[in-house]
């Protein structure tokens, strides 16, 4: 790296003892440890966003490529040349058409809006919820308090899939008091399959955040709510939330990316098909027939897919640190 | 209207009794003081009053209804808190017209109504500030605005001054009382300062370890305290407290004595009891013109000067041995002085100093209960007593 290299030659200025050239960096590093350090973090960084983000670009590569040219995708779409352009052909060999092909094959619009709806049902079910645990956790003082959230805890410990049996016979069952509402009576192949089990497995990080959250809003500023006309739970609501906007954003942004990406228990609670409710997983392996598998399609489903979490993370991003600049409280 | 009454109220948490059994009678329009030191329990009252806490046996009643159970948006209150609570996502039309949104006024009384209470508060142009562009004074008055704005029928403070400093909050105290004459509604007030209390109360409401002590006027409460802790507590500096007994010729401590008829004040002899005077009512025998009945002189020493421009707090040493301890005024071979600023005492000087009868107060060295406030005029003229013990 050349920041590294940089540093062998500033060492120039002692001469009286000679060194190697490691020896000569390791001298400067002690010496001047802060470009180390620097050294140190772009490493990291440059080695971070590399694993993260190069699949994002080899995927896009992937679904440039052509169907029958698959076999060889480089770090350009097997078939890309450039030259293409000055005859004209303004795709340079690659096939951009995937992308519309993505919503031809099958509806993935629809597969895209069932995740999107469970997921947003979802967070709002386990922000409603966990605010209220929140602020009896963080702000009121009850026996066996802690206990109590140790066990809320535990819950977040168990593997997903101990859920799995009980709950998918539960959902299997014809209960008669849902037949008005679901025609068979069971949940299974409903969104209520996922947003359930999803609401509770995704609580206890919920109410962990927030109850962090709401125990720092000063005592005195809910006293203010409540005695200027607030219940308990309207100055939860007006005051205490909003003021909390970076902890009710974090909390919500990763149940929402948590629940939108689910597969496991998505993949079991349907059968599937698109009017089903089955989310984006279940439509990527749709692309997967029984003779061919489209990987270029997938690939570009798969982008499609990320990019309302893409948009969502960055439009929160900037909701929490305002609402970290907006803070200001006087205690 | 506005009147607030405490019935036997109790509050326990675990352990500790935070307020035992509070009796109170506040008066519409009054502004009555709690006082007293830090964890006494006047906050916890306070909150009670506002609904913030519930008590765990009495209760308040609130222009004659029982509000005990009732949470704290419908008891007709109003409160300013010690923290000043603004809510910092708010502007100050927001935060001012918060209770008025919720109760759903339309949008032209809120407006009129929160343009009144700027008015009060003086802060008319800044209706569209946010918490965080304001000096601690302009928030404090936002606060009160807010409180004001809903016409209570009690106000209550909570130390809302502790967070400003010295010069804005003798200044805020002023507003206050303006405020309170404006207004003409009960303020029931908060704090530890009892500078502030003297100066802003009707009734001063002195509460220690959760008891109250004594609910009067602030001259009383200066001049007649009904025992040990009110006068120490009211007025600053604090009384000077000598412990003694009761002897047939009146009272005994191991460096001086005052006489009177023990059987005039129906004391039995004796018992142990607390001689207490107020720095200003210990002078030297050269400037008694204005005593009409003092003690006889006792013989001290100077130790420190403190000069405060407008008089000078003088310690005397009572004895030879006497140390200077931190609590002169809980030492009995100690007095604290209060004198003239052109006073010509040095440090470590031999005078002469005189007690103000009228001004003595007796208390029982036991419970601390007054039992007297001045003495009767000496009769007999006993050479032997006002000496030194040494």
Not at chain 1, 64 to 86: I, K
Not at chain 1, 297 to 304: D, K
Not at chain 2, 103 to 115: C, F, L, P, W
Not at chain 2, 199 to 214: A, E, F, P, Y
């Amino acid at each position: 790296m050349s920041t590294e290299y940089d540093e062998i030659q500033a060492v120039d200025d002692e001469p009286d003892i000679k060194r190697g050239k490691i020896e000569a960096w390791a001298a400067s590093a002690i010496k001047n440890p802060d470009r180390t350090y620097r050294a140190m973090f772009y490493t990291a960084t440059i080695f971070f966003l590399v694993t993260t983000l190069f699949p994002f670009y080899w995927l896009f590569m992937v679904a440039l490529t052509e169907q029958r040219q698959l076999q060889n995708v480089g770090l350009v779409p097997s078939g890309f040349d450039p030259s293409l352009l000055a005859q004209g052909d303004l795709t340079m060999g690659t096939n951009p058409g995937v992308f519309i092909e993505v919503f031809t094959l099958i509806p993935f619009h629809r597969y895209m809006f069932n995740s999107f709806v469970i997921a947003t049902v979802t967070t709002i079910v386990v922000l409603l919820v966990a605010s209220l645990a929140g602020y009896v956790f963080g702000r009121l003082r009850f026996p066996f308090k802690g206990p109590l959230m140790l066990l809320v805890l535990v819950v977040s410990f168990f593997p997903p899939a101990a859920f799995f049996i009980p709950l998918n016979r539960l959902f299997n069952t014809n209960i008669d008091i849902l037949r008005p509402v679901l025609a068979d009576g069971s949940l299974y192949n409903t969104p209520y399959a996922m947003i359930i089990p999803f609401s509770a497995i995704f609580m206890p990080l919920a109410i962990f955040i927030l109850t962090t959250f709401y125990s720092q809003i000063p005592d005195g500023l809910e006293d203010a709510a409540r005695i200027e006309g607030t219940t308990r739970l309207g100055a939860l609501f007006r005051v205490i939330v909003p003021l909390s906007a970076p902890g009710v954003a974090t909390a919500g942004v990763l149940t929402f990316i948590a629940v939108y990406n689910e597969f496991f228990f998505s993949f079991l609670m349907t059968d599937g098909g698109a009017d089903n409710w089955a989310p984006i997983v279940e439509g990527l392996l749709q692309y997967q027939g029984q003779y061919e598998v489209l990987f270029n399609v997938m690939a570009a489903a798969s982008i499609v897919g990320v990019l309302p979490v893409a948009i969502l993370v960055v439009v929160a991003q900037e909701k929490i640190v305002s609402g970290l600049t907006a803070g200001a409280l006087k205690e | 209207m506005g009147d607030v009454k405490l019935e036997a109220i109790t509050k326990r948490y675990d352990e500790v009794t935070a307020v035992d059994d509070m009796n109170l009678d506040i008066r519409d329009g009054e502004f009555v003081t709690f006082v007293g030191p830090s964890g006494c329990g006047k906050s916890t009252t306070m909150e009670t009053i506002a609904g913030l806490t519930k008590p765990t046996e009495g209760k308040v009643i609130i222009s004659g209804r029982d509000v005990t159970k009732l949470p704290p948006k419908d008891r007709g209150i109003s409160m300013v808190f010690q923290n000043i609570a603004l809510f910092p996502h708010m502007d100050v039309f927001d935060n001012i017209s918060f209770g008025l949104r919720l109760r759903d006024y339309d949008a032209e009384e809120i407006q009129r109504r929160v343009d009144h209470a700027a008015d009060v508060v003086q802060l008319e142009d800044m209706q569209d500030r946010m918490p965080e562009e304001m000096s601690g004074g302009q928030r404090q008055r936002v606060a009160i605005a807010r409180a004001i704005v809903r016409n209570p029928d009690v106000f209550l403070m909570d130390e809302p001054l502790a967070n400003l400093d010295a010069k804005l909050r003798v200044h805020m105290r002023t507003e206050l009382q303006r405020l309170h004459k404006e207004l003409d509604t009960t303020i029931i007030y908060v704090t530890h300062d009892q500078a502030e209390a003297m100066t802003m109360s009707d009734r001063i409401c002195v509460i220690n370890s959760g008891q109250l002590q004594q609910i009067d006027p602030p001259l009383v409460c200066y001049n007649e305290p009904a025992n040990t802790f009110v006068a120490g507590f009211i007025g600053s500096p604090s009384m000077n407290f000598i412990e003694g007994e009761i002897t047939n010729s009146g009272f005994k401590s191991e460096h001086f004595s005052v006489e009177f008829d023990p059987k005039a004040l129906n004391v039995d002899l004796g018992r142990t009891v607390t001689l207490g005077v107020r720095p200003e009512d210990v002078y030297e025998t050269t400037k008694t013109e204005f005593v009409d009945d003092r003690t006889d002189p006792i013989s001290a020493k100077t130790d420190v000067l403190e000069p405060m421009g407008n008089e000078v707090f003088i310690y005397l040493l009572l004895s030879e041995d006497a140390e200077a301890s931190m609590d002169a005024a809980k030492a009995d071979d100690q007095l604290l002085m209060s004198t003239d600023p052109d006073s010509t005492l040095g440090e470590d000087e031999q005078i002469e100093v005189v007690l103000d009868r009228n001004k003595l107060h007796l208390f029982d060295g036991v419970s601390g209960e007054a039992i007297t406030h001045g003495l009767a005029p000496s009769t007999a003229d006993t050479p032997e007593a006002g000496t030194q013990a040494d």
